[in-house]
């Protein structure tokens, strides 16, 4: 099945950007998304990306997704406190399971 | 206004005593899915409907059941649960966009 796999975590100070990456294994994945979570909260989607596209922005968020290599990032421009969270990455392919990375926490410093 | 609402957002049971947690939505999406998060961990997903079409993952253990009596409402039975069962409890629906989570209900046994 499905593998997806995210780093641990990331140190970022307030202002600067943050890069979060994931990687996975199944080629016939047809939708990537990032969801944010913060604790003891539910999963909030961030964006996501189709798997025909190489890179989507919207507003601070951008996502690009390299097919050949199976690596997908996120990467957040002017990083802010209220950042701070678990970042997942999760992989749809065929059918309707989706399934997730490990999660990044993301610690912003001021 | 809330789409995917998870009651309650808290649950205490004892060891082996029969508990159930709600889900509904008011998106009128055909899936539903029941995810089980431990802490620090991915959500792992449970099983999901497509309609009125249930889908058990395989590992899914049989102390967990399901119910689906419409559209609008899905139900996680835990039979008698155990302190390893103690975890959030994440419903997402889905239509053909982005699957959308709920609160999640976390479960404490005692």
């Known amino acids: 099945g499905e593998d997806v796999e995210q780093s641990l975590f990331l140190s970022v100070r307030e202002g600067d950007s943050s890069v979060i990456n994931c990687t996975y294994t199944d080629s016939s994945s047809t939708y990537l998304y990032w969801y944010k979570q913060e604790p003891g909260a539910g999963l909030q989607l961030l964006t996501y990306?189709?798997?025909?596209?190489d890179m989507k922005q919207d507003q601070r968020l951008t996502v690009l997704l390299n097919k050949k290599d199976k690596h997908l990032s996120l990467r957040i421009a002017d990083t802010q406190t209220g950042d701070s969270a678990i970042y997942f990455c999760?992989?749809?392919?065929?059918?309707?399971?989706?399934?997730f990375g490990g999660g990044t926490r993301v610690l912003v410093k001021p | 206004d809330a789409m995917v609402i998870q009651n309650p957002r808290y649950q205490v049971t004892q060891f082996g005593k029969p508990v159930t947690l709600s889900c509904s939505q008011t998106?009128?999406?055909?899936?539903m899915y029941w995810y089980q998060q431990k802490s620090s961990q991915a959500p792992k997903l449970l099983f999901h409907?497509?309609?009125?079409?249930?889908?058990n993952e395989a590992d899914t253990p049989d102390n967990f059941q399901s119910r689906r009596p419409n559209t609008s409402f899905c139900f996680l039975d835990i039979r008698s649960p155990g302190l390893g069962d103690a975890a959030m409890y994440l419903c997402a629906t889905q239509n053909e966009g982005s699957p959308y989570f709920g609160p999640g209900t976390r479960l404490t046994v005692l």
């Open positions: 409907y497509y309609d009125k079409d249930f889908n």
């Open positions: 990306i189709f798997s025909n596209m």
């Open positions: 998106l009128n999406h055909n899936v």
């Open positions: 999760a992989v749809k392919a065929a059918g309707n399971k989706l399934t």
